[in-house]
């Protein structure tokens, strides 16, 4: 077994969270993100689609674990998912996810404090970080899958009994080679690239970080000029992974990429499409802008951030609720998905 730093809390022993600045960043300050872990799939013979069975763990600030929420509620998985959210409460070391939200900050349905002890009970020598989403077994309370590559794809696929009549074809058989590979280009260069700039140790990593970031945004913007969804008429997995970068980018990752080279409100055709997705419930309803902005408020202080002082005067649902006319684009206006056959 890995020899692991500890602390105790309420009588339980925990690890320490790995630091990605250590352990994923390379000689010359490249970011390269861990691989998932637990990456077995669903169905016969693998981990049984069964209503009930599995709790969905995710966190307001992860984009990963976002996807994963918005697409349970899409497809109406609500009843046969359970869901609970995470986040991180002051210790002495970084523990990593916790259920703060929770009474005595342990989950009802699983009895444990720390997302890391599902992991552990999965896998007990298992070294990297603690990730979400993570979808833990709760007949076993260990985690069976967090791979957010493909968890929402899942959902979509080997879930289908258990969708509500009408769901949305999120990921249709005549469009999953392309969706698959839109979905790598914008892991790489929009979801991951936000984090390669933040995690960059050098100046030659962070540069080539932010320039790829920025150029993808620049054919984004051009391929939306005429689709009112990354794919034409209708929602698909890729618009919901692309949702989740734009959503946190003027309001948490411009903190991070430093320089801005231009902001969301900017892009007329990626801030249009932007709100168009946020005006779906689903979209909405997991969306947590004051969570998203971070303020940096401490006692005392006197140069308070913009969002420490004022934000609870700011109405982030008018401003993403503006009128966006991207209907305009779309051979079905009526419609913003098409239903699943």
């Avoid at 339980?12 to 872990?37: A, L």
């Avoid at 945004?217 to 689709?227: A, F, G, P, T, V």
């Amino acid at each position: 077994m890995a020899d692991f730093d500890y602390e105790i809390v309420n009588g339980r022993k925990i690890r320490v969270r790995p630091v990605e600045t250590v352990s994923e960043v390379d000689e010359n300050g490249y970011f390269h993100r861990q691989p998932n872990h637990f990456t077995t799939g669903f169905g016969p013979g693998k981990n049984p689609v069964e209503a009930g069975r599995y709790h969905l763990v995710w966190a307001k600030l992860c984009h990963w674990s976002n996807r994963a929420s918005i697409v349970r509620e899409l497809l109406g998985l609500e009843d046969a998912i359970s869901v609970n959210m995470v986040s991180h409460a002051p210790h002495e070391k970084n523990l990593g996810w916790e259920f703060v939200y929770d009474k005595d900050n342990v989950d009802q349905v699983l009895g444990i404090q720390f997302l890391s002890e599902a992991y552990y009970a999965a896998d007990d020598d298992y070294t990297g970080r603690t990730t979400v989403p993570a979808l833990i077994d709760v007949q076993t309370g260990k985690v069976v899958n967090n791979d957010y590559h493909r968890l929402t794809n899942y959902f979509e696929v080997e879930f289908k009994e258990l969708h509500k009549p009408g769901a949305p074809d999120l990921y249709p058989e005549e469009l999953r080679g392309e969706i698959d590979k839109m979905n790598e280009w914008l892991f790489h260069n929009i979801n991951n690239g936000v984090y390669k700039t933040a995690f960059a140790r050098s100046k030659e990593a962070y540069w080539d970080a932010y320039n790829s970031f920025y150029a993808a945004m620049d054919i984004l913007e051009e391929r939306l000029e005429d689709k009112r969804y990354l794919f034409g008429d209708y929602v698909t997995d890729s618009d919901v992974r692309l949702y989740v970068t734009l959503a946190r980018l003027d309001i948490r990752y411009t903190h991070q990429l430093g320089h801005v080279k231009k902001p969301l409100f900017e892009y007329k055709n990626l801030w249009a499409y932007a709100r168009d997705l946020y005006q779906i419930p689903a979209f909405r309803n997991n969306t947590y802008f004051k969570d998203f902005a971070n303020p940096s408020k401490k006692d005392g202080e006197l140069m308070e951030t913009f969002n420490a002082r004022f934000l609870d005067e700011i109405d982030f649902d008018a401003y993403w609720g503006a009128p966006h006319n991207r209907a305009v684009l779309s051979s079905d206006p009526g419609n913003k998905f098409l239903a699943e056959k």
